[in-house]
T-cell receptor, first 117, second 109 residues
Framework: GAVVSQHPSRVICKSGTSVKIECRSL??????MFWYRQFPKKSLMLMAT?????????EQGVEKDKFLINHASLTLSTLTVTSAHPEDSSFYIC?????????????FGNGTRLTVT | RKEVEQDPGPFNVPEGATVAFNCTYS??????FFWYRQDCRKEPKLLMS???SGNEDGRFTAQLNRASQYISLLIRDSKLSDSATYLC??????????FGTGTSLTVIP
């Protein structure tokens, strides 16, 4: 079964609204989670690293005021796309690894397909 | 220079064929290696971890060559259902994960 859960799986919103995406680790506590964006036929692009209890680390070119990340607990990170525009339409995916296991792989959420009209 | 390089393909192979993908990495101190499969409009799913001694899971074989700094994935007796993008992921320690671009595979009837 899934070890990382992401919600919602699909959202359609109007331009200018904000959308919150949740990522939960189900079987382990994740002090770190990762957020990615993927455009059609393109590679996964890391947007930011979410750190429990501290500020997220954003990749170059990712606007931190537009993509708000909150990692308030050891099992939940949220990504809020603020004032969404059509160009923000994409597939957003989170991932986390189980820190209890050395060399453990990343587990991905099922992704959120965002369409901004 | 990218941390992880992967031929994007596409690879188009007939059913039953054997196909191999390679992925090179730049950091010799990289610690762990993985192959993921990503279907269209879905999230990546772990296919195999890659161990130093090489490992096999049914028709899939993964190998690590530390001297030449690459990992490989071999798929034997390709099935139509193997059509997907195969993604290599390298961990350089802690939370430092680097992704290849993914290799597109289409198995043709």
């Amino acid at each position: 079964g899934a070890v990382v859960s992401q919600h919602p799986s699909r959202v359609i919103c109007k331009s200018g609204t904000s959308v919150k995406i949740e990522c939960r680790s189900l079987d382990f506590q994740a002090t770190t989670m990762f957020w990615y964006r993927q455009f059609p036929k393109k590679s996964l692009m890391l947007m930011a690293t979410s750190n429990e209890g501290s500020k997220a680390t954003y990749e170059q070119g990712v606007e931190k005021d537009k993509f708000l990340i909150n990692h308030a607990s050891l099992t939940l990170s949220t990504l809020t796309v603020t004032s969404a525009h059509p160009e923000d339409s994409s597939f957003y995916i989170c991932s986390a690894r189980d820190p209890r296991r050395g060399n453990s792989p990343l587990h991905f959420g099922n992704g959120t397909r965002l369409t901004v009209t | 220079r990218k941390e992880v390089e992967q031929d994007p393909g596409p690879f188009n192979v007939p059913e039953g064929a054997t196909v191999a993908f390679n992925c090179t990495y730049s950091n010799s101190a990289s610690q762990s290696f993985f192959w993921y499969r990503q279907d269209c409009r879905k999230e990546p799913k772990l296919l195999m971890s890659v161990y130093s001694s090489g490992n096999e899971d049914g028709r899939f074989t993964a190998q690590l060559n530390r001297a030449s700094q690459y990992i490989s994935l071999l798929i034997r007796d390709s099935k139509l259902s193997d059509s997907a993008t195969y993604l290599c992921v390298v961990n350089e320690g802690g939370n430092q994960f680097y992704f290849g671009t993914g290799t597109s595979l289409t198995v043709i009837p």
